[in-house]
């Protein structure tokens, strides 16, 4: 391969240092160390290898450490390799695997076309340009590049993973399923060869809910460059999307697994936890009560004032109407003054976005009444001329909390007679509603 080629990559592992880094943080620096290259394994006749005609020692670590999401341990073990391989276009290979887990299949096959105009009787990096058309939708492409690849003993795992692959993708069968599930369930694949099988089997037509859910769930179990707050979400959400096994969700995102993982660094599993707690306050008493103040409580917490999100996600699904009168409910007492205002009222009247904030994060009621209106709609009806953002602003953390201005306050704000709520809050209030 070009040197021109060859530096550019140094540079651009270098750049990424400490994105890497960061990325790998969350990995056991003590699982990293005991990554080894998977030996070929005997399948249904074959003797499968991964990358068989790329046989440099380091850059076949340097290929497993990323399958395993070691990203740093990988970027120490290539940028070694090549200060003293600087043309090496096996080496290239790897970097197309980086770009592929780091910026997507197309920047991946980019690299790869590069590499083939150069070195066309690249059998592996043929493969993993296969693999880039399949992640596309293009079979026909995938299959092309596929049977230009030389059978060969050991055979490659990856040519026979794409075949296996596009089977079922486009003829699913009980058989493919078997296939997929074994290879899903040996521990001696590569990291990334059982990830594909989990996908491929995940993406099966045909199959049933059970049947689903044993490939997410296995897929818990593989330990590879696919973040592991991704897999919880979905099994996460299966559980609570078929047959509203809340329960079953909130003990997933509860587990130890889950919390050795940081699956909760992810918003969207935040939101599924919180989903299940209210929905667990909801068997207590039909809306937030001293019983079920812990759950709600919980749930707040985890929402972080993003209970839009989640009354965006339930719209249109069984649970919205149980869910209906919790995220959008306070959980703390609210006095009221002479005028009837509570403090929250105050603050949003005051535009004192601080207190409007710290009072939210308390509890207070995002949709109480303030001056015979919603909290939001106090805000759209109040023509003081008041800086346009502290406005903007207020309608955003009441919107984060659960607020919602009724019909007759939006038709109002959609009045330019009525001053510019039309022009700084009716854009955002239409797109969150």
């Not at 009525?418 to 509603?433: A, F, I, K, R």
Request: a negative charge; proline letters at 6%; charged letters at 25%.
């Amino acid at each position: 391969m070009r040197s021109a080629l060859s530096i550019a990559f140094a540079i651009l592992l270098l750049g990424s240092g400490a994105t890497i880094q960061a990325a790998s943080a969350a990995r056991s620096p003590d699982r990293c160390a005991t990554v080894a290259v998977s030996a070929p394994q005997k399948f249904h006749g074959k003797l499968l290898e991964e990358i068989p005609d790329i046989r440099e020692p380091e850059l076949r670590l340097a290929n497993q450490l990323l399958s395993s999401g070691c990203f740093d341990q990988a970027f120490g073990t290539l940028t070694a390799y090549l200060e003293r391989h600087p043309e090496d276009p096996h080496a290239m290979y790897v970097r197309a695997r980086w770009n592929w887990i780091h910026e997507g299949s197309e920047m991946a096959a980019l690299d790869l076309q590069e590499l083939l105009a150069a070195h066309p009787e690249f059998a592996s990096a043929k493969v993993l340009m296969a693999g880039t058309r399949f992640a596309a939708d293009d079979y026909p492409g995938a299959r092309q590049l596929l049977d230009q690849v030389p059978e060969s003993s050991p055979e490659d795992l990856w040519l026979f993973l794409y075949r296996l692959k596009i089977k079922a993708a486009e003829h699913p069968s009980d058989a493919v399923r078997a296939q997929l599930l074994e290879i899903l369930r040996n521990e001696a694949f590569p990291p990334n060869a059982r990830e594909s099988a989990a996908h491929s089997g995940i993406e099966m037509r045909g199959q049933r809910d059970d049947q689903l859910e044993e490939f997410l769930r296995l897929r818990l179990e593989v330990k590879s460059s696919v973040p592991s707050g991704c897999k919880f979400s979905m099994l996460a959400q299966h559980l609570s999307e078929k047959g509203g096994r809340y329960e079953q969700a909130r003990e997933l995102l509860e587990s130890q697994a889950a919390r050795e993982s940081q699956c909760l660094r992810e918003p969207f599993n935040r939101m599924l936890l919180a989903q299940a707690y209210l929905m667990a306050a909801a068997r207590v008493a039909p809306a937030p009560t001293a019983a079920n103040a812990e759950l709600v409580g919980k749930a707040r917490k985890l929402l972080e004032g993003q209970s839009l999100a989640l009354r965006k996600y339930v719209r249109g699904k069984p649970q919205a109407a149980t869910l209906r009168p919790f995220p959008n409910a306070n959980t703390i007492a609210e006095p009221v003054d002479e005028q009837g205002r509570t403090e929250l009222c105050r603050a949003v009247r005051a535009r004192t976005l601080s207190e409007v904030s710290l009072l939210l994060q308390k509890g207070a009621n995002p949709n109480g009444s303030c001056d015979h209106h919603t909290m939001i709609g106090q805000v759209i009806y109040d023509d003081t001329p008041d800086p346009q953002q502290q406005r903007f602003w207020t309608v955003t953390f009441l919107v984060g909390y659960g607020g919602e201005p009724t019909a007759d306050e939006m038709d109002h704000c959609r009045q330019r007679k009525y001053g510019n709520c039309s022009e700084v809050l009716l854009p955002y209030l239409e797109e969150q509603m």
